[in-house]
């Protein structure tokens, strides 16, 4: 953590720890005659994983170009640690790392000639950290090689070891498993959660709905460069459980009528043998009692919380 005496100009961006690590204030971006980035308010803080979600073509990567001063925006305005990216980009650059897109090593030369390189760019002189780098992403065997046999997940892997050469307190990874198959991508999960526990912020983005719930606490949902929904995925997802309620064939149409006699008439739909009910799990007993009185009986009851999947898809409309 860096504190500047405020007398000498720049303020302390960690002097108060509820303030966010990222915001950005209506912020937008145009092309032309076209908005990329819209009216965006995003606010993350120290520990999140942020996930920023959205199809292809939503806006993701110009917000993170903007959020590393590499654009500057067309209205709004983003901070990043309380700095302007545009106007005060060393000291952003300073707290951050960045993999943007797929990023440019060198095939020739090895994994750890690539780390010193970058090392050298970044203005480290410590191989002792290129070799803390190599070893935190699993790279160790695989160091001397040339970077242009690895795998893609070695090469991502060695991306991040990068990144982390300054020990950044933000790292902004846009669409990291991007290629990865499931094992690559769980150890990215693994990775980022990791960082995140050291206390930095991962600020990510996705369009893998189930990825971004595997690892973030935090998501905003952009779609055609406007954030329609954001805030902590538990809350999101609060109370927007439903009961799985496995009826026999036979006793369907007889275990509607019930639900409907109950008050459940318009929150209750079928999937597959399940009537799915949206309710609490507290109402499980009473709607498993009125079936039960009347001669339905649940091969299955139980209660589960909406998957950010669906409560995208619902959001969305999609
Ligand atoms: N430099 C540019 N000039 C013109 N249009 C651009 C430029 N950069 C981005 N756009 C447009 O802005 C929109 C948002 O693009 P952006 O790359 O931010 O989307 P994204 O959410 O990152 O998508 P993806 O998931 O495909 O990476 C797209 O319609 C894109 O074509
Ligand atoms: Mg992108």
Redesign the pocket.
């Known amino acids: 953590m860096q504190v500047v005496d405020n007398n000498v100009g720049i303020s302390s961006p960690f002097s108060n720890s509820d303030r966010p690590v990222v915001r950005t204030l209506e912020l937008s971006k145009r092309?032309?005659k076209?908005y990329?980035?819209k009216d965006a308010g995003l606010e993350a803080y120290a520990g999140d994983v942020f996930g920023l979600l959205?199809?292809?073509?939503?806006?993701?990567?110009?917000?993170?170009?903007m959020m590393l001063g590499l654009l500057a925006p067309s209205a709004g305005s983003v901070e990043v640690f309380g700095f302007s990216p545009t106007k005060q980009r060393a000291e952003v650059l300073k707290r951050v790392s960045a993999i943007v897109?797929a990023p440019a090593l060198y095939p020739s030369l090895t994994g750890r000639d690539n780390l010193k390189t970058m090392a050298m760019v970044a203005g480290v002189n410590n191989p002792a950290k290129l070799d803390e780098v190599i070893e935190k992403m699993g790279l160790a065997a695989r160091a001397k090689d040339r970077f242009g046999t690895y795998s893609l997940g070695m090469k991502q892997r060695l991306c991040i070891a990068a990144a982390l050469l300054t020990d950044p307190q933000l790292i902004i990874l846009?669409?990291p498993t991007n290629g990865l198959d499931p094992a690559g991508m769980a150890e990215i999960r693994q990775l980022i959660k990791e960082l995140a526990s050291q206390g930095r912020t991962v600020f990510l983005?996705s369009?893998l709905l189930n990825e971004v719930q595997q690892v973030c606490n935090r998501v905003a949902v952009?779609q055609k460069?406007k954030i329609i929904a954001q805030g902590l995925v538990e809350e999101l997802l609060a109370g927007k459980t439903s009961l799985r309620i496995k009826v026999l064939p036979d006793d369907w149409e007889k275990a509607k009528r019930i639900l409907q006699s109950q008050g459940w008439a318009d929150r209750f739909h079928s999937e597959e043998d399940f009537l799915v009910v949206d309710a609490p799990a507290s109402e499980g007993v009473a709607i498993n009692r009125a079936l039960a009185t009347q001669g339905v009986f649940a091969g299955e009851i139980y209660a589960r919380s909406q998957t950010l999947e669906e409560y995208y898809l619902e959001l969305t409309g999609e």
Do not use: C, Q
Not at 57 to 63: E, L, Y
């Open positions: 092309f032309k076209v990329a980035v959205g199809p292809n073509g939503a806006g993701k990567t110009t917000i993170i170009r897109e846009d669409e983005s369009h952009i460069g």
